[in-house]
């Protein structure tokens, strides 16, 4: 599975996807027959793309305007945690990959919440025995640990 798609716990009926390259959401469910059915989907900003055309080939690379969208997500029974990333594509900053602004969905698509993180990381996930705490990851691999509040 990539690290933008997450099954809801408990669950195998519903799942989140958000994109890498531009930002959309969707919430899908899956019914008996096995037919996807979106939930809800959000479209905050679509990539764009060029041709390039070379001598012996041709190839599509993401335009220079598209922006990065979700870089990972992360999901209890109540919530999805999406750490939402924002700069350019060919933006050449080196802290590219990593972000410190989590926004938070139910599973019905309703914005709950944005979190700002004290730290920027390049992952996250979420304690799946209480759905307590919220973990992010930094580049050099340092594990953080943040308490998530009932709210």
Known sequence: MDNRVAYRPGSFHEFAC??????VIQIIS???NYRLKKKYQKVYYLPTFNLLVGPNSKKIVAGKDSKKGFRNIAVSDKNIFALYSGPLLNDSDENFNISDIVLVYDWEGNPVNRIKLDR???TIAIDRENFTHLYGMM???KLIK???SEN
Not at 18 to 23: E, H
Request: glycine share 12%; proline share 0%.
């Open 30 to 32: 899956v019914d008996k």
């Open 18 to 23: 958000f994109s890498g390259k531009g930002a």
């Open 146 to 148: 943040y308490v998530l």
């Open 139 to 141: 580049d050099s691999n």
């Open 120 to 122: 920027k990381v390049n």
